[in-house]
């Protein structure tokens, strides 16, 4: 499976034809999304601002880093090593491949140039941007920039000790804000 440049917009164009199809237009409709799928839901969010009462995202990416980059190419070998064979159970005996394009794309030299930043301007909704500190893939500037350049009160969250996925490294401290969070919509 080999992906292209802008495989995660089309990632939100096929989010869009799930939701119309499955979710009926009268519920209010909040994305959470981790990584590949934040950079999903924003874009989502972005191209159908009217949709969404509010997004969640964990470690987002809206422009491609060094650090990315360089923690893409740091998993390769952990991956071989067998490292990554949990992800069996999200992507099923796939998962190899899924991993592959994964780490294909983000090392592909025209991927570098990737960027959303344009479109979070058109987010209006709210937000809770949650990225750890010591993410391997992104350094905090993702999440400033999301906050920044989006149009909807963001609130941020950054777990100290935390690399890429807080949702599983500070399961009680994320829980303990998306409810939070949540709850403002009620």
Excluded at 85 to 110: C, T
Excluded at 135 to 155: F, N, P
Excluded at 163 to 184: D, G, M, Q, R
Aim: proline share 4%.
């Amino acid at each position: 499976m080999n992906r292209s440049t802008d495989y995660l917009e089309q990632g939100a164009e096929e989010l869009a034809k799930v939701i119309e199809k499955l979710v009926p237009a009268k519920y209010d409709l909040i994305l959470y999304g981790h990584s590949d799928g934040g950079s999903i839901a924003l874009t989502y969010a972005a191209n159908h601002p009217t949709k969404l009462i509010g997004i969640i995202t964990e470690a987002a990416h809206v422009f491609v880093e060094d650090i990315t980059v360089e923690g893409v190419k740091a998993a390769l070998p952990y991956f071989h090593k067998g490292k990554f064979d949990g992800l069996k159970k999200y992507h099923g005996e796939r998962y190899k491949e899924v991993f592959m394009a994964w780490n294909n794309i983000w090392l592909n030299p025209a991927f570098k140039s990737w960027n959303i930043c344009d479109l979070l301007k058109q987010i209006s909704c709210p937000q809770l941007i949650i990225q750890g500190q010591d993410d391997q893939y992104g350094s905090l500037k993702q999440v400033e920039t999301i906050a920044e350049l989006t149009c909807g009160k963001s609130t941020i969250f950054t777990p100290k000790n935390c690399n890429h996925a807080p949702h599983k490294e500070n399961e009680k401290e994320i829980l303990s804000k998306v409810t939070l969070f949540l709850t403002a919509f009620n």
